[in-house]
């Protein structure tokens, strides 16, 4: 009967351990679940806040060192029962920078920009003389924009690239020729202005000697 006794005690000890801990192994097996975060966050770089974050929220961030040092400005947050999400918005506002929530993962990535319009424009044509021959090596300037200038190439064709959307004067010049001033060019953003010019040659009156 002893020995009916102390296998019994022994099978019941082995079923009672198994049932104890078993609760816990499947209890410790389960993903994190996040109910929510609580931060105080003041005047913090970017990389202190997100090991603040990590350390709070159980989430591992992944990021470009380089990214997250050149960013300039602190970090301050406060969140009472915020989600990932929720804190990362915070943190977008401030820095620029965009983020993917994965699985007990955040993703720190350069923002998309959109581009934006160009509001500077151009002109362009070519100098042709009355022979309708081009005429290369013509001064063609801006008035008024001293750093805008360019020369006509060998086909007489220029352009005057980067230029401030607004109403302009154009200079055209060469030698032997007159000089000719177009004004009330209008230089539209995102576009270039076509601008074709004759220069008429200049009539020069000799002196008796």
């Known amino acids: 009967m ?21 609760p816990f192994l499947l209890y410790a097996e389960k993903p994190y679940e996040q109910t929510g975060l609580t931060l105080d966050i003041k005047n913090k770089s970017l990389r202190e806040a997100i090991r603040i974050i990590e350390d709070a929220s159980g989430y591992s961030f992944v990021f470009n060192s380089e990214l997250v040092d050149n960013s300039v400005k602190t970090v301050s947050l ?3 029962g915020s989600g990932i999400n929720e804190v990362m918005d915070g943190i ?10 994965g ?31 081009p005429v290369s090596g013509a001064i063609v300037i801006v008035l008024g924009l001293p750093s805008i200038g ?7 064709k220029y352009l005057l690239p ?10 055209f010049s060469f030698l032997s020729y007159e000089t000719l001033v177009v004004e009330g060019v209008k ?17 020069q009156q000799l002196g008796e000697v």
């Open 150 to 156: 360019t020369a006509t190439d060998a086909d007489g």
């Open 2 to 22: 002893n020995k009916y006794f102390k296998l019994f005690m022994n099978r019941y000890f082995k079923l009672a351990t198994y049932f104890l801990f078993v």
């Open 78 to 80: 406060t969140a009472n």
């Open 92 to 101: 977008t506002a401030q820095t620029g920078i965009a983020y993917r929530v």
């Open 103 to 133: 699985e007990n993962t955040v993703v720190l990535e350069k923002p998309v920009t959109t581009k934006q319009p160009s509001v500077r424009g151009s002109i362009s044509g070519i100098v042709l003389d009355e022979a309708g021959e």
């Open 187 to 203: 230089v539209a953003a995102g576009k270039t202005t076509p601008l074709n010019v004759v220069l008429k040659e200049a009539t």
């Open 162 to 171: 980067d230029m401030p959307a607004k109403t302009v004067a154009v200079q």
